[in-house]
T-cell receptor, first 114, second 113 residues
């Protein structure tokens, strides 16, 4: 089985711009979660989608949004980028998103905001 | 708010040494997972512990979940350079229902030959 695929791998944007990141989960996995990883804050939960519905959301401003398509692929969007949004954005998938399910992470998208 | 504190933050040891990483919280978790992350990659799950007091072994790695399900430890015996990486604990809180992991602050391990 192919793993979780995230595109693009690297992205450089300037303040005020918006960005869209893409995640293709493992085939058959219907739950997709997004995490932000920074040196200072570590890994923080952004949101989780299952069957095109957002089931859970972390403590991030409304500039961070996401969606999931019928094929379980997911995108996350960050509008009006700020310098502090520079981070590694990780996507993870699991079959059903159950509390103790194994998460499979992608390699991430490294976003740099200048 | 960081609910899971890991110690130490950094560890640099020689091949063959033993080490223990701790993951502590004041909160109760329904389960706790340990991940290893290598540079340029996403975290990879090592183990999930669910029952208080549970001990799991994965080759030279031993994981323990505290009796009260508030803390966990990872012990590596005879560390090897291939063990180098960022070790992360992650807790799932009872009652959230769906997957929303709280990650620890991380322990960066460097094992030199």
């Amino acid at each position: 089985k192919a793993g979780v695929t995230q595109t693009p791998r690297y992205l450089i944007k300037t303040r005020g711009q918006q960005v869209t990141l893409s995640c293709s989960p493992i085939s058959g996995h219907r739950s997709v979660s997004w995490y932000q990883q920074t040196p200072g804050q570590g890994l923080q939960f952004l949101f989780e989608y299952f069957s095109e519905t957002q089931r859970n959301k972390g403590n991030f401003p409304g500039r961070f949004s996401g969606r999931q398509f019928s094929n379980s692929r997911s995108e996350m969007n960050v509008s009006t980028l700020e310098l502090g949004d520079s981070a590694l954005y990780l996507c993870a998938s699991s079959p059903h998103g159950g509390t103790n399910e194994k998460l499979f992470f992608g390699s991430g998208t490294q976003l740099s905001v200048l | 708010t960081q609910l899971l504190e890991q110690s130490p933050q950094f560890l640099s040891i020689q091949e063959g040494e033993n080490l223990t990483v701790y993951c502590n919280s004041s909160s109760v978790f329904s389960s706790l997972q340990w991940y290893r992350q290598e540079p340029g990659e996403g975290p990879v799950l090592l183990v999930t512990v669910v029952t208080g007091g549970e001990v799991k072994k994965l080759k030279r790695l031993t994981f323990q979940f505290g009796d009260a399900r508030k803390d966990s430890s990872l012990h590596i015996t005879a560390a090897q350079p291939g063990d180098t990486g960022l070790y992360l604990c992650a807790g799932a809180k009872r009652g959230t229902g769906f997957q929303k992991l709280v990650f620890g602050t991380g322990t960066r391990l460097l094992v030199s030959p």
